[in-house]
Nanobody, 126 residues
Framework: QVQLVESGGGLVQAGGSLRLSCAAS????????MGWFRQAPGKEREFVAA????????YYGDSVKGRFTISRDNAKNTVYLQMNGLKPEDTAIYYC???????????????????WGQGTQVTVSS
């Protein structure tokens, strides 16, 4: 099993920044693609960003492209989500997830992931 623990969420003003972290354990971290999703009350889980296990290609949802950056440190078994220029509509619970898949279209789908963290709350005030 792979266990994922998110951290770094909090309350920020619009225009501010946060960096989320997701620490993984239990498996060979470098062999998994990693993704970030978010879910706001009453809404579906939304794709935010993903990074492939091979080559490190990154993918972003349209709503965050240009503002968020996903990265990973395999030596630390950790994936990050740097969030800049935060907007109130970014308010959600953010989840990290691990996948054995490396295709863009699949990594954009929550069903493409095998393991999930418990989430961390991000609240952006106006």
């Amino acid at each position: 099993q792979v266990q994922l623990v998110e951290s770094g969420g909090g309350l920020v003003q619009a225009g501010g920044s946060l960096r989320l972290s997701c620490a993984a354990s239990g498996r060979t971290f470098s062999s998994y693609s990693m993704g970030w999703f978010r879910q706001a009350p009453g809404k579906e889980r939304e794709f935010v960003a993903a990074i492939r296990w091979n080559f490190g290609n990154t993918y972003y949802g349209d709503s965050v492209k240009g503002r968020f950056t996903i990265s990973r440190d395999n030596a630390k078994n950790t994936v990050y989500l740097q969030m800049n220029g935060l907007k109130p509509e970014d308010t959600a619970i953010y989840y990290c997830a691990a996948s054995r898949i490396a295709m863009d279209r699949v990594l954009r789908d929550p069903r493409g992931y095998d393991y999930w963290g418990q989430g961390t709350q991000v609240t952006v005030s106006s």
